[in-house]
């Protein structure tokens, strides 16, 4: 798959998933739009990729996203590919939950989606312009998560968002599809006490969990022409954990 001509904004481009996402579209030839608040991890980013520019923003600030999109289509043109990759979570029970934790998580993994992607839209159709649309949800938003209840309502948010926005987006040839990663080697992980993160291991059938880069090559194909004909699905990539239709 390449991505020539394309450009492709990746959110949450500064560490894990997102940076593997934007590292493998740079690889295969893509310019990307690489967004994030962590200023070092992003350069980082940029760094590993063959032609990348760095966009430092938080995605709770809904001001700052209208000047994201004018940013980029001045720097770069509209952009082919959106993913939205960025997200957060702190594991504790449902209990001792604190209102600001989930007002965070609300702003950051579900709001965040919509508004750049909002942003982005208003550009691309009064262009009458096409793009594929690739949010990264979890598996714990189809299935619920011990520990992680908000945080999997928020991301069961991001995959009723997908399909109801690609029903929206068909008639102009946008797609719009969802990435739910399963346990994942990304810094979130890696503060799991270690218990726990046997304990995944040990129910996962593949009996590892995934590489930041095999959930990216599963967006990229999402993202790519080969994926024309493919809009409003869910895609799990979690070595079998997840077998819930």
Known sequence: MRFDDKVAVVTGAASGIGRAIAVELAHAGATVAAVDRDESGLTQTVQACANATAHIVDLADAAALG???????????????????AGFDRVEPFMSNDDALWQALVAVNFLGPVRLTHAFLESILAREATAKIVNIASDAGRVGSLGETVYAGTKGGVIAFTKSLAREMARHQI???????????????????????????????????????????????????DASFITGQVLSVSGGLTMAG
């Not at 289509?73 to 590919?81: E, F, Q, R, S």
């Not at 810094?187 to 270690?194: E, W």
């Open 67 to 85: 000047t994201l999109r004018d940013d980029v289509v001045a720097a770069h043109g509209l952009p082919d590919v959106i993913v939205n990759a």
């Open 175 to 225: 797609n719009v599809n969802c990435v739910c990663p399963g346990p994942t080697d990304t810094p979130l992980l890696a503060s799991l006490p270690d218990k726990v993160r046997q304990g995944l291991i040990r129910a996962i059938p593949f009996g590892r969990i995934a590489k930041p880069e095999e959930v990216a090559k599963a967006v990229l194909f999402l993202a790519s022409d």
